[in-house]
């Protein structure tokens, strides 16, 4: 079995949940106290997708990201996001949109389970095996934007 190892990088303002998805991914727990992360953290995870092993190699930010980013335009005092906002933006840059509740574990493993998903398979272009790629938007499935 074939294993491919996959860089995610989370992304976001300090305190709305990074480390705790990470932690309910990764050890299927969930810490009301968890501290902050200074710098970056990293942790991995292997798990079968369909004939392949992805280990998931996750760095954590300490949402301390500056630059042209979505986060800057969010409310620091709610980080509450209109919905629609949200999946415009992320249909703009082509990445995944999923809901999640780390503290509830909704959507956790749904959301790595889709990165996996959208990887290229090595078996359908050998020659790309260690060359970058760049995900593209997936064609739209009217049976998933159904009420």
């Not at 998805?21 to 050890?27: G, K, M, N, T």
């Not at 280990?55 to 300490?62: E, G, P, Q, R, V």
Request: aromatic share 8%; charged share 25%.
């Amino acid at each position: 079995m074939a294993l491919r190892e996959l860089k995610v990088c989370l992304l976001g303002d300090t305190g709305v949940g990074k480390s705790s998805i990470v932690w309910r991914f990764v050890e299927d727990s969930f810490d009301p106290n968890i501290n902050p992360t200074i710098g970056a953290s990293f942790m991995t995870k292997t798990v079968q997708y369909q004939s392949e092993l992805h280990k998931f190699l996750i760095w954590d930010t300490a949402g301390q990201e500056r630059g042209g980013s979505v986060w800057t335009s969010v409310s620091k005092v709610t980080m509450e996001v209109l919905e629609k906002d949200a999946k415009d933006y992320a249909d703009s840059i082509h990445a995944i949109f999923v809901e999640t509740s780390a503290k509830n574990a909704i959507n956790i493993n749904e959301l790595f389970a889709e990165i996996s998903r959208r990887i290229p398979s090595t078996a359908v272009n050998p020659a790309t095996n260690n060359k970058g790629f760049k995900l593209r938007r997936q064609p739209s499935d009217p049976k998933r934007n159904c009420c």
